[in-house]
């Protein structure tokens, strides 16, 4: 069975430090990862996308993905308060539509 | 419109009782996913539609539940017969292609289903 992994929280930050939230995943054969955050009472949207091993930054995100140890995390710098959500992980088969998600990081930023 | 909606934004039934959960997908976008998400979890796919077509409906948890996007655009999910165990969120999502490696599903504001 596919699955996808997060410590479900909370992990509280302080204002201005860094936030680092980790996801493991099952399927050797996942091609496409996703970083979902979500608002209490709110829908998912995406935030950062990553393909390829490696880093990939946006902003004050970088995603982080290392397919041989099947674990991606999400860096978040200089953490603001309104980035306070909890950080859906999901993940995707190659040429296959359906994600599989984890059951998502709550996160608070504490100013 | 200017993004997916969908309605009811809440929805209260008693069990035994059939409910319809409508989604506007946005304009022209191709693809159209129908989710659960219960409480403290994730969502789980439920089925997908790729303009009228219902491509995959593996995830419906049961017979109870149908879904359907006649025209290609506007989608419903019905569920028959309600049971507490369906309370949860229904998201709605859709995405402008139907190629499977494109990124972005726009997200509805969900419904939340309360079964008592």
């Known amino acids: 069975q596919k699955e996808v992994e997060q410590n479900s929280g909370p992990l509280s930050v302080p204002e201005g430090a860094i936030a680092s939230l980790n996801c493991t995943y099952s399927?050797?054969?996942?091609?496409?990862f996703f970083w979902y955050r979500q608002y209490s009472g709110k829908s998912p949207e995406l935030i950062m996308s990553?393909?390829s091993n490696g880093d990939k930054e946006d902003g004050r995100f970088t995603a982080q993905l290392n397919k041989a140890s099947q674990y991606v995390s999400l860096l978040i710098r200089d953490s603001q308060p309104s980035d306070s959500a909890t950080y859906l992980c999901?993940?995707?088969?190659?040429?296959?539509?359906?994600?599989?998600w984890g059951a998502g990081t709550k996160l608070i930023i504490k100013p | 419109g200017a993004g997916v909606s969908q309605s009811p934004r809440y929805k209260v039934a008693k069990r035994g009782q059939d409910v319809a959960l409508r989604c506007d997908p946005i304009?022209?976008?191709?693809?159209l996913f129908w989710y659960q998400q219960a409480l403290g979890q994730g969502p789980e796919f439920l089925t997908y539609?790729?303009?009228?077509?219902?491509?995959?409906k593996s995830g419906l948890p049961s017979d109870r539940f149908f879904a359907e996007r006649p025209e290609g655009s506007v989608s419903t999910l019905k569920i028959q017969r309600t049971q507490q165990e369906d309370s949860a969120v229904y998201l709605c999502?859709?995405?402008?292609?139907?190629?499977?490696?494109?990124?972005?599903?726009?997200f509805g504001p969900g419904t939340r289903l309360t079964v008592l």
């Open positions: 399927d050797r054969g996942s091609q496409s």
């Open positions: 304009s022209g976008h191709v693809s």
């Open positions: 990553i393909y």
């Open positions: 539609f790729q303009n009228e077509a219902q491509l995959d």
């Open positions: 999901a993940v995707r088969m190659d040429s296959n539509y359906q994600l599989i």
């Open positions: 999502a859709s995405r402008d292609t139907d190629r499977a490696w494109a990124d972005t599903q726009y």
